[in-house]
């Protein structure tokens, strides 16, 4: 895991240090742990010519895998409000406009993302 670029209550108030710290400290060392002992245990498999428990482990490591490197990109992505973070994309930005066409509004956008993101 690499260390955060902020502290994690910089995001603060947009995204709490709480919900920072439970995503950092066990939801994502969860995924890298995961996948840490899913690789000594496939590297084993290997080793020993055990390709059907290689193959078994294959899911396992692409879940963890996939987990840890989606909340690489969620830190990567993700800036406090004094380095310009949790503000509104300018109007004429390319990534306005692109949200703009698909939902209508950034307020639908943010109305459609809290929505379907609740339930995952």
């Known amino acids: ?3 955060l670029p902020y502290e994690l209550g ?3 108030p947009v995204v709490s240090g709480q919900l920072m710290e439970f995503h950092y400290g066990k939801h994502h060392r969860a995924y890298v742990n995961n996948l840490n002992t899913l690789n000594v245990q496939s590297a084993e498999a290997l080793a020993t010519g055990n390709i059907k428990k290689y193959i078994e482990l294959s899911h396992g490591i692409k879940f963890n895998g ?6 690489e990109f969620f830190w990567e992505t993700l800036a406090p409000i004094k380095e310009g973070g949790g503000a509104i994309p300018d109007a ?4 306005r406009v ?10 639908k956008f943010q109305e459609t993302f809290n929505a379907q993101s609740t339930t995952i």
Do not use: F, R, V, Y
């Open 1 to 3: 895991m690499k260390h």
């Open 10 to 12: 910089a995001l603060e």
């Open 66 to 71: 996939g987990g840890h490197l989606n909340h």
């Open 92 to 95: 004429k930005s390319d990534l």
């Open 98 to 107: 692109m949200i703009e066409a698909e939902w209508g509004s950034i307020e």
